[in-house]
Every structure is written in structure tokens, then in C-alpha cells.
């Protein structure tokens, strides 16, 4: 097969199998290739499963790579975040070995740049891989009352972890239901130079979304419209208290069934990504490690498939889209 043959071969491809099958980045630069929710990524580092104030979580996902921007944020708001009283993070999905689309789950994700974290502190002990899997999520909300605070669940403590990751420059939006965002509209007292960057969105309830902004220099790194002024605590934040971001759209019952959605295809996607999902993989997780071969830990056997859910609904809108700019 020639070049061009097999080149318009990997571009016709569903993309989540094709990069959910990778299990390796590729070596060399670090780049972001298109927009959060349409793209992919070369020279990804892995968050090591295991640091003084993080534990990597779902590690059968294979979803803990990423940008080495992130991966560095990430360690920095772990190290910072015990300074507030926060004991570790609980990191969950990044992205995968070259990002891309997801098989479940996630719109977004897909150029390393975006990461989740539990809103669940880090115990004291180390979890077994097994726990990691299983721990189950706690959600902030009530679960019989809609779009109300739990007050067993929901601490100040949660509400200093989001200020803190909020006021990093490098932090573009974070994601999260918008009961935690009028929660804290409504009772945050200290500076509220950067709750704008809050953003409420349908799901996140047990865990925040950061997304970064795209990296100096990255000139095929798509950046997301900037979130204008204020804290948030406005109109845009009212429409989530409505029916209207809830209720099922009416369906015509003489409408005919829709067809199926066409699956994103590889060739959807930036003209990068047909080659990086091609290109050679690094020798091992531990030599793509962020930090090094030192970094790494070896977690011991990851079962091939998750026991629990991720906390994303992949039928909801995408982290791009729905309701008023988030």
C-alpha cells in the first residue's frame, strides 16, 4: 500500500476506537493539535500514579496523559493545596496516549489540556489499584432534590480547593455543576477576582474540570473564547435554576425516527492526527512519565475494565456547548 493509501486508510476510522486502541504516546515535542473537543496531541507525559499529595484514579481508563503544561499544574495544585488544608488530589481523566476522542464519557479531553478532580480529598493511606477502580463518587448535590447543595457532603473546604485552582494564570475555565457555582456566589467571602473563571455546567457534581489555556507557541492549539468580566453570579448562572437547560426537547410524534449520528471520523479531525495516531510510541510508560523513569511507580495489576462509571454522562452536551458561554 503507498503512503497516501495507507495515510487515507488510518483517516477512515471511527476516532474513538482508533485512539482509545493506542496505548503509548508518541516521542518527541509536546503539541496540542486543534480545538478541546476536536483533537489530539503528540508527546504526551503520564501523571505517575502515585505522589506525596496526588494518587492517579480509573487507572484502567489509560487517561492519565496529557500535556507536560498539565501534568506540572497538576502536581503544583496537589503540593499547593495541602497549604489551604486540602489533604492530595484525587486525579481523575486527562487524556488519553494521543488524546483524541473518547469511547465514553467526555466531549473534551481530547489535546491534553484538560484534567478532572474529585472533589473527594485524598485519604491518608495509599489506595490499591482495586480501590481506585472501585472508591465510588461523591456527589456535592442532593440526590432526591435537584440543584440543592448536600451539606453532608459539601464543605469550605471544597469551596477554597476551586478559588485556589481558579487563581492560577495558566487556568482558562473549570467546570462544575452549577448548584457548586451559586453555592459559592452565594456564601465565598474572600476575593472573587477569579470566580468568573467558574464556570456552571450540566453534570460535575463530584468532581471540577480545569481547562488550560493553550500553550505558548502552540500555533495549531485552538483556544476557547475568553469568558469576559464579572463573577459569574448573573444571568448566565440564573438560566441553570430554569426548566429550560432540564427539560426534553418535544419530539414530534409524526416525525420520522432520526438516523443515527456519523461517528467522528480520524479524518474530522486536525490533518495531524492521522499521523500522530500513526506515528512511533515511546518504549514504555516509564520513559514517558512526567519526571522521568524516577517518577514512576509501578501500580501493580490494572484490571481491563472499570468497575465504576465515569461521572460524565457522554449523552449531555459537550463542555463546549449548552446554556449561556461557559
Not at 500500500?1 to 518527541?28: E, I, N, R, Y
Not at 473527594?120 to 461523591?138: G, I, N, S, Y
Not at 432534590?145 to 459539601?154: A, G
Not at 467571602?189 to 455546567?201: A, E, N, Q, V
Request: charge should be positive; charged fraction near 20%; glycine fraction near 8%.
Amino acid at each position: 500500500m503507498s503512503m497516501v493509501g495507507f495515510h487515507d486508510a488510518v483517516a477512515d476510522q471511527p476516532a474513538k476506537q482508533a485512539f482509545g486502541a493506542v496505548q503509548l504516546p508518541t516521542a518527541g515535542t509536546a503539541t496540542p493539535e486543534g480545538f478541546y473537543a476536536k483533537g489530539c496531541m503528540s508527546g504526551a507525559v503520564a501523571l505517575p500514579t502515585d505522589g506525596p499529595t496526588w494518587q492517579a484514579m480509573r487507572l484502567s481508563r489509560n487517561r492519565r496523559w496529557g500535556n507536560p503544561r498539565t501534568i506540572a499544574f497538576i502536581e503544583q495544585l496537589s503540593r499547593d493545596a495541602t497549604k489551604i488544608g486540602w489533604p492530595g488530589l484525587l486525579v481523575g481523566d486527562i487524556a488519553q496516549p494521543r488524546g483524541g476522542p473518547m469511547a465514553s464519557g467526555h466531549a473534551s479531553h481530547q489535546i491534553g489540556m484538560d484534567a478532572d478532580i474529585w472533589l473527594t480529598p485524598m485519604p491518608a493511606k495509599r489506595l490499591t489499584v482495586q480501590q481506585r477502580e472501585d472508591l465510588p463518587f461523591t456527589s456535592m448535590i442532593l440526590k432526591d432534590q435537584f440543584l440543592t447543595i448536600n451539606p453532608q457532603t459539601w464543605t469550605p473546604a471544597q469551596a477554597k480547593l476551586l478559588m485556589l485552582a481558579a487563581s492560577y494564570p495558566q487556568v482558562q475555565r473549570i467546570f462544575v455543576n452549577p448548584t457548586i457555582k451559586k453555592k459559592l456566589c452565594d456564601s465565598w467571602t474572600g476575593d472573587r477576582t477569579f470566580m468568573g473563571k467558574i464556570r456552571p455546567m450540566y453534570g460535575h457534581d463530584a468532581h471540577f474540570h480545569i481547562r488550560l489555556f493553550c500553550p505558548p507557541g502552540a500555533t495549531n492549539c485552538k483556544p476557547q473564547a475568553a469568558i469576559g468580566q464579572g463573577d459569574g453570579c448573573d444571568k448566565s448562572l440564573a438560566w441553570w435554576f430554569t426548566k429550560e437547560p432540564w427539560e426534553p426537547k418535544k419530539k414530534d410524534p409524526n416525525a420520522k425516527p432520526a438516523p443515527p449520528p456519523r461517528p467522528v471520523m480520524v479524518s474530522d479531525l486536525p490533518k495531524a492526527c492521522a499521523a500522530i495516531l500513526n506515528a512511533p510510541a515511546v518504549s514504555s510508560e516509564k520513559q514517558a512519565t512526567y519526571g522521568g523513569p524516577a517518577a514512576y511507580t509501578n501500580p501493580g495489576a490494572v484490571p481491563v475494565k472499570a468497575a465504576a462509571a465515569t461521572p460524565d454522562d457522554p449523552n449531555l452536551p459537550s463542555e463546549d456547548v449548552g446554556g449561556p458561554k461557559p
